[in-house]
Protein backbone atom coordinates (compact mmCIF):
# COMPACT_ATOMS: atom_id res chain seq x y z
CA UNK A 1 0.00 0.00 0.00
CA UNK A 2 3.04 2.57 -1.39
CA UNK A 3 3.67 4.07 -4.32
CA UNK A 4 7.11 4.83 -3.47
CA UNK A 5 7.64 1.23 -1.85
CA UNK A 6 6.41 -1.02 -4.86
CA UNK A 7 5.99 -0.03 -8.37
CA UNK A 8 6.70 -0.42 -12.13
CA UNK A 9 8.52 1.83 -14.45
CA UNK A 10 7.95 1.68 -18.24
CA UNK A 11 10.76 3.25 -20.57
CA UNK A 12 10.58 3.67 -24.36
CA UNK A 13 14.01 2.69 -25.26
CA UNK A 14 16.81 -0.23 -24.13
CA UNK A 15 17.44 1.07 -20.50
CA UNK A 16 16.13 3.27 -17.89
CA UNK A 17 17.71 6.24 -19.58
CA UNK A 18 15.03 6.95 -21.66
CA UNK A 19 11.52 8.71 -21.66
CA UNK A 20 9.43 6.89 -19.07
CA UNK A 21 6.22 6.06 -20.30
CA UNK A 22 4.44 5.31 -17.10
CA UNK A 23 4.37 4.18 -13.48
CA UNK A 24 2.12 1.80 -12.24
CA UNK A 25 1.32 0.73 -8.43
CA UNK A 26 -1.15 -0.85 -6.21
CA UNK A 27 -3.52 1.94 -6.54
CA UNK A 28 -3.87 1.44 -10.18
CA UNK A 29 -6.48 -1.09 -11.45
CA UNK A 30 -6.90 -0.61 -14.82
CA UNK A 31 -5.40 -1.94 -17.59
CA UNK A 32 -2.10 0.07 -18.60
CA UNK A 33 -0.92 0.08 -22.13
CA UNK A 34 2.50 1.36 -23.28
CA UNK A 35 3.54 1.64 -26.75
CA UNK A 36 6.94 1.97 -27.80
CA UNK A 37 8.70 4.11 -30.51
CA UNK A 38 10.96 1.59 -30.86
CA UNK A 39 12.29 -2.12 -30.99
CA UNK A 40 12.55 -1.77 -27.07
CA UNK A 41 10.83 -1.68 -23.83
CA UNK A 42 12.48 -1.51 -20.84
CA UNK A 43 10.49 -2.88 -18.03
CA UNK A 44 11.79 -2.02 -13.95
CA UNK A 45 9.73 -3.76 -10.93
CA UNK A 46 10.30 -2.29 -7.68
CA UNK A 47 9.73 -3.77 -4.71
CA UNK A 48 10.86 -3.50 -0.84
CA UNK A 49 11.60 -5.52 2.04
CA UNK A 50 7.93 -5.19 3.59
CA UNK A 51 4.49 -6.80 2.89
CA UNK A 52 3.87 -9.83 0.36
CA UNK A 53 1.53 -9.77 -2.38
CA UNK A 54 1.11 -10.64 -5.83
CA UNK A 55 3.42 -9.05 -7.82
CA UNK A 56 2.28 -8.08 -11.73
CA UNK A 57 1.53 -9.29 -15.17
CA UNK A 58 2.03 -7.90 -18.37
CA UNK A 59 1.05 -8.88 -22.01
CA UNK A 60 3.18 -7.78 -25.22
CA UNK A 61 2.35 -7.50 -28.77
CA UNK A 62 4.88 -6.47 -31.58
CA UNK A 63 4.38 -3.85 -34.73
CA UNK A 64 4.87 -5.00 -38.50
CA UNK A 65 7.79 -3.32 -39.90
CA UNK A 66 7.09 -0.35 -42.10
CA UNK A 67 8.14 -2.98 -45.25
CA UNK A 68 5.34 -4.77 -44.35
CA UNK A 69 2.22 -3.12 -43.14
CA UNK A 70 0.74 0.01 -41.71
CA UNK A 71 -2.23 1.93 -40.19
CA UNK A 72 -2.62 5.54 -40.74
CA UNK A 73 -5.33 7.40 -38.83
CA UNK A 74 -7.58 10.47 -39.33
CA UNK A 75 -9.74 11.96 -37.08
CA UNK A 76 -12.87 9.86 -39.43
CA UNK A 77 -10.50 7.02 -41.25
CA UNK A 78 -8.95 4.00 -40.45
CA UNK A 79 -6.49 3.16 -43.64
CA UNK A 80 -4.80 -0.55 -42.88
CA UNK A 81 -2.20 -1.14 -45.40
CA UNK A 82 -0.69 -4.70 -45.91
CA UNK A 83 2.32 -5.49 -47.91
CA UNK A 84 1.40 -8.61 -50.32
CA UNK A 85 4.99 -9.53 -50.04
CA UNK A 86 4.42 -10.17 -46.69
CA UNK A 87 1.60 -11.86 -47.01
CA UNK A 88 3.29 -14.71 -49.77
CA UNK A 89 6.09 -15.19 -46.68
CA UNK A 90 2.93 -16.54 -44.63
CA UNK A 91 1.44 -19.00 -47.49
CA UNK A 92 -1.69 -15.87 -47.44
CA UNK A 93 -3.23 -14.86 -50.61
CA UNK A 94 -4.56 -11.17 -50.60
CA UNK A 95 -8.09 -12.58 -50.82
CA UNK A 96 -7.84 -14.46 -47.62
CA UNK A 97 -8.16 -11.20 -45.61
CA UNK A 98 -10.79 -9.60 -43.43
CA UNK A 99 -11.91 -7.39 -40.92
CA UNK A 100 -14.32 -7.94 -37.60
CA UNK A 101 -17.32 -7.12 -40.44
CA UNK A 102 -16.58 -9.40 -43.27
CA UNK A 103 -18.58 -7.24 -45.50
CA UNK A 104 -15.65 -4.53 -45.22
CA UNK A 105 -13.90 -5.92 -48.69
CA UNK A 106 -10.27 -4.42 -49.39
CA UNK A 107 -9.11 -3.11 -52.74
CA UNK A 108 -6.07 -5.22 -53.72
CA UNK A 109 -3.32 -4.28 -56.50
CA UNK A 110 0.04 -5.75 -57.41
CA UNK A 111 1.95 -5.11 -54.11
CA UNK A 112 -0.44 -4.04 -51.34
CA UNK A 113 -3.58 -4.86 -50.06
CA UNK A 114 -5.47 -2.02 -48.64
CA UNK A 115 -8.72 -1.40 -46.28
CA UNK A 116 -9.77 1.90 -45.89
CA UNK A 117 -13.29 2.76 -43.83
CA UNK A 118 -14.58 5.42 -41.56
CA UNK A 119 -13.86 4.72 -37.54
CA UNK A 120 -17.32 3.58 -36.29
CA UNK A 121 -17.84 1.13 -39.60
CA UNK A 122 -16.61 -2.39 -40.28
CA UNK A 123 -16.31 -3.68 -36.52
CA UNK A 124 -14.31 -0.63 -34.94
CA UNK A 125 -14.53 -1.33 -31.43
CA UNK A 126 -13.74 2.18 -29.63
CA UNK A 127 -12.47 2.23 -26.02
CA UNK A 128 -10.80 5.25 -23.54
CA UNK A 129 -7.13 3.68 -22.48
CA UNK A 130 -4.63 5.80 -20.89
CA UNK A 131 -6.45 8.97 -21.36
CA UNK A 132 -6.36 8.13 -25.59
CA UNK A 133 -9.69 7.00 -27.77
CA UNK A 134 -8.46 4.09 -28.87
CA UNK A 135 -9.97 2.79 -31.76
CA UNK A 136 -9.32 -1.12 -32.66
CA UNK A 137 -9.82 -4.13 -35.32
CA UNK A 138 -8.33 -7.19 -36.40
CA UNK A 139 -7.66 -8.36 -39.81
CA UNK A 140 -7.84 -12.12 -40.28
CA UNK A 141 -7.24 -14.70 -42.81
CA UNK A 142 -8.97 -17.72 -44.06
CA UNK A 143 -7.27 -19.80 -47.11
CA UNK A 144 -10.25 -21.26 -49.42
CA UNK A 145 -10.16 -24.65 -49.97
CA UNK A 146 -12.28 -26.23 -52.79
CA UNK A 147 -13.87 -23.58 -52.61
CA UNK A 148 -14.90 -23.28 -49.14
CA UNK A 149 -14.30 -20.46 -46.52
CA UNK A 150 -13.05 -21.32 -42.96
CA UNK A 151 -13.50 -18.91 -40.60
CA UNK A 152 -10.75 -20.73 -38.24
CA UNK A 153 -7.88 -17.96 -38.97
CA UNK A 154 -4.01 -18.75 -37.70
CA UNK A 155 -3.50 -15.19 -39.26
CA UNK A 156 -4.55 -12.43 -36.48
CA UNK A 157 -3.08 -8.92 -36.89
CA UNK A 158 -4.49 -6.60 -34.67
CA UNK A 159 -5.30 -2.59 -36.00
CA UNK A 160 -5.57 0.40 -34.23
CA UNK A 161 -5.91 4.26 -33.97
CA UNK A 162 -4.94 6.14 -30.83
CA UNK A 163 -6.55 9.75 -31.30
CA UNK A 164 -5.09 12.07 -28.72
CA UNK A 165 -7.97 13.57 -26.68
CA UNK A 166 -5.80 17.16 -26.52
CA UNK A 167 -6.64 18.96 -29.32
CA UNK A 168 -4.84 22.27 -29.35
CA UNK A 169 -6.64 24.50 -32.17
CA UNK A 170 -5.09 28.48 -33.03
CA UNK A 171 -7.09 31.38 -33.22
CA UNK A 172 -6.16 35.29 -33.79
CA UNK A 173 -8.10 38.41 -34.69
CA UNK A 174 -6.82 41.70 -35.05
CA UNK A 175 -7.29 44.92 -33.02
CA UNK A 176 -7.60 47.69 -34.74
CA UNK A 177 -3.98 49.37 -34.96
CA UNK A 178 -2.44 45.75 -34.58
CA UNK A 179 -0.07 43.56 -37.01
CA UNK A 180 -2.12 41.36 -39.65
CA UNK A 181 -2.44 37.52 -38.62
CA UNK A 182 -4.34 34.33 -39.84
CA UNK A 183 -6.63 31.92 -38.44
CA UNK A 184 -5.11 28.28 -38.20
CA UNK A 185 -6.18 25.09 -36.40
CA UNK A 186 -4.32 21.68 -35.61
CA UNK A 187 -5.60 18.76 -33.55
CA UNK A 188 -5.66 15.13 -33.48
CA UNK A 189 -9.38 15.21 -33.54
CA UNK A 190 -10.46 18.08 -36.07
CA UNK A 191 -11.10 20.61 -34.10
CA UNK A 192 -12.24 24.38 -34.99
CA UNK A 193 -12.88 27.06 -33.70
CA UNK A 194 -14.46 30.37 -34.59
CA UNK A 195 -15.53 33.54 -34.12
CA UNK A 196 -19.32 34.73 -33.84
CA UNK A 197 -21.15 37.60 -34.04
CA UNK A 198 -23.23 37.51 -30.70
CA UNK A 199 -23.46 35.21 -27.85
CA UNK A 200 -26.40 34.09 -30.04
CA UNK A 201 -23.65 31.73 -31.97
CA UNK A 202 -25.85 32.12 -35.34
CA UNK A 203 -23.73 33.99 -37.34
CA UNK A 204 -20.08 33.04 -38.02
CA UNK A 205 -17.35 35.17 -38.63
CA UNK A 206 -15.58 34.58 -41.80
CA UNK A 207 -13.32 37.66 -42.38
CA UNK A 208 -9.57 37.12 -41.90
CA UNK A 209 -8.07 38.39 -39.85
CA UNK A 210 -11.09 39.23 -38.12
CA UNK A 211 -10.72 43.23 -36.76
CA UNK A 212 -12.25 44.21 -33.70
CA UNK A 213 -12.77 47.57 -31.52
CA UNK A 214 -10.46 47.77 -28.61
CA UNK A 215 -12.64 46.03 -25.68
CA UNK A 216 -15.23 44.78 -27.92
CA UNK A 217 -16.71 41.82 -26.49
CA UNK A 218 -15.53 38.53 -28.76
CA UNK A 219 -17.54 35.60 -28.90
CA UNK A 220 -16.07 32.21 -29.44
CA UNK A 221 -17.12 28.40 -30.00
CA UNK A 222 -14.94 25.45 -30.08
CA UNK A 223 -16.28 22.71 -32.05
CA UNK A 224 -15.11 18.87 -32.06
CA UNK A 225 -15.73 17.89 -35.60
CA UNK A 226 -15.77 14.15 -35.27
CA UNK A 227 -19.61 13.05 -35.54
CA UNK A 228 -19.74 10.68 -32.28
CA UNK A 229 -21.69 11.52 -29.77
CA UNK A 230 -20.26 9.56 -27.05
CA UNK A 231 -17.53 12.14 -26.82
CA UNK A 232 -17.52 15.13 -24.97
CA UNK A 233 -15.43 18.50 -26.07
CA UNK A 234 -13.69 20.09 -22.98
CA UNK A 235 -12.03 23.18 -22.86
CA UNK A 236 -8.99 23.01 -20.52
CA UNK A 237 -7.07 26.04 -21.73
CA UNK A 238 -7.29 29.07 -23.46
CA UNK A 239 -4.65 31.60 -23.60
CA UNK A 240 -3.95 34.93 -25.30
CA UNK A 241 -1.34 36.43 -26.34
CA UNK A 242 -0.34 39.96 -28.74
CA UNK A 243 2.35 37.56 -30.34
CA UNK A 244 0.71 35.13 -32.58
CA UNK A 245 4.12 33.35 -32.59
CA UNK A 246 4.72 33.14 -28.70
CA UNK A 247 2.60 31.60 -26.40
CA UNK A 248 4.84 31.44 -23.47
CA UNK A 249 6.89 34.82 -23.16
CA UNK A 250 3.47 37.44 -22.73
CA UNK A 251 0.23 35.67 -22.01
CA UNK A 252 -2.81 36.36 -20.16
CA UNK A 253 -4.53 33.14 -19.16
CA UNK A 254 -8.47 33.21 -20.17
CA UNK A 255 -8.83 29.50 -18.76
CA UNK A 256 -6.21 27.39 -17.37
CA UNK A 257 -6.33 23.84 -16.13
CA UNK A 258 -10.51 23.99 -17.22
Not at 69 to 89: E, H, K
Not at 122 to 140: F, K, L, Q
Amino acid sequence: RCCNCDYITVYDGPSTGYLQLGKVCFNDTTHQVFHSSSRYLTVVFRSDYSGVSHGFKALFTSSLTADQGRVDCSSDNMVIVIQRSYLNSLGLSANDLYVDDHVCRPSISSTEVVFSFPLDSCGTIREMMNGYVSYTNNVRASQSQSGEITRQSQFLLRVGCRMEPDTMVQIFYKARENINANITGTGRFNASIAFYTSSSFYYKIYDSPYEVNLNQLLYVQVELNRHDYSLDLFLDTCVASPNPNDFKDRTYDLLRNG
